[in-house]
């Protein structure tokens, strides 16, 4: 079973800098099945990244993703008030059919 | 535009069962596969169920597997969950989403909660 291991936590940023989130999967798995997620309260899931590095439609390109192998990462380059939220990355596997990591919390510091 | 509108949710008793609905529009239903995710209060998304767009596959987490229901009426662009025994670690909102090519999911509904308590 895959296991997705986001860090950190929870990161505390201020508006207008850089965001780093890591997301390590157990073992390797395809860069074209993992994804990244956007979650605030109350509302739905947002789909951002897919691939491992496509923009979701809509998405802006403040966010970016990368990686391969068992290490993904999500950035998003300077960040605006909105940005702040629960993020997810997400893999398709086998048994779980999907899995998601934990969540990184973004925080404003 | 797409929207997905889920339905159903509520408090229910433990070994108890609930049947949530999920209305879609907005796209070619009976083209996608379509999914249930849920979030536990204070926890992380967790994948529950898939079924194929003609239904032929169907897949479910081991946490519900046997108890939960996943089904779809493309005549009527809806998704259903039957959810029989309840447990109290069901407890979460769960949302309905939509399957891409790419395994991940574009779009999601607001959620319905489902509470399972004495």
């Known amino acids: 079973e895959i296991v997705l291991t986001q860090s950190p936590g929870t990161l505390s940023l201020s508006p207008g800098e850089r965001a780093t989130l890591s997301c390590r999967a157990s073992q390797s798995v395809s860069s074209s099945y993992l994804a990244w997620y956007q979650h605030k309260p109350g509302q739905a899931p947002r789909l951002l990244i897919h691939?491992?590095?496509s923009r979701a439609t809509g998405i802006p390109d403040r966010f970016s993703g990368s990686g391969s192998g068992t290490d993904f990462t999500l950035t998003i380059s300077r960040l605006e008030p909105e940005d702040f939220a629960v993020y997810y990355c997400?893999?398709?596997?086998?048994?779980?059919?999907?899995?998601f990591g934990q969540g990184t919390k973004l925080e404003i510091k | 535009e797409v929207q997905l509108v889920e339905s159903g949710g509520g408090l229910v008793k433990p070994g108890g069962s609930l049947r949530l609905s999920c209305a879609a529009s907005?796209?070619?239903?009976?083209?996608?596969?379509m999914n249930w995710v849920r979030q536990a209060p204070g926890k992380g998304l967790e994948w529950v169920s898939c079924?194929?767009?003609?239904?032929?596959?169907?897949y479910y987490a081991d946490s519900v597997k046997g108890r939960f229901t996943i089904s779809r009426d493309n005549t009527k662009s809806s998704l259903y969950l039957q959810m029989n025994s309840l447990r109290a670690e069901d407890t979460a909102v769960y949302y309905c989403?939509?399957?891409?090519?790419?395994?991940?999911?574009?779009?999601w509904g607001q959620g319905t909660l489902i509470t399972v308590s004495s």
């Open positions: 997400q893999q398709y596997g086998s048994s779980p059919m999907y899995i």
């Open positions: 691939g491992a590095s």
């Open positions: 907005g796209f070619t239903f009976s083209r996608y596969s």
């Open positions: 989403a939509r399957l891409t090519a790419m395994e991940s999911f574009d779009y």
């Open positions: 079924i194929s767009s003609g239904s032929m596959y169907i």
